[in-house]
Nanobody, 124 residues
């Protein structure tokens, strides 16, 4: 059974950093396009970053460009989201998701598998 599990969330001060991990089990993440999404209270779930399965090309939402980096470690079957220069508006539950198509998807309906999410809180 294909499963995704996020970890690495927590409380961090503005300007700080966190690294989120998305570990796959029951399937190989290398052959899937992976997206990181986030959902803040009262808001819709939105895409943050994607990494394609075809060539590991990346996509970033404008709000995180230059601050967040998505990457893969195929040996560990894990995808990471490095988050630097965090802002209070980055506070949300962060989810990773997988789709079998080899290109980015920026909408939630384009993804087949979802993790349970990890809370990120940016506050002083």
């Amino acid at each position: 059974q294909a499963q995704l599990a996020e970890s690495g969330g927590g409380l961090v001060q503005p300007g700080g950093s966190l690294r989120l991990s998305c570990a796959g089990s029951g399937f190989t993440l290398e052959y899937n396009t992976i997206g990181w999404f986030r959902q803040a209270p009262g808001k819709e779930r939105e895409v943050v970053a994607c990494i394609s399965s075809s060539d590991s090309s990346t996509y970033y939402a404008d709000s995180v460009k230059g601050r967040f980096t998505i990457s893969r470690d195929n040996a560990k079957n894990t995808v990471y989201l490095q988050m630097n220069s965090l802002k209070p508006e980055d506070t949300a539950v962060y989810y990773c998701a997988a789709r079998t198509r080899p290109v980015w998807g920026t909408s939630t309906f384009e993804y087949n598998y979802w993790g349970q999410g990890t809370q990120v809180t940016v506050s002083s």
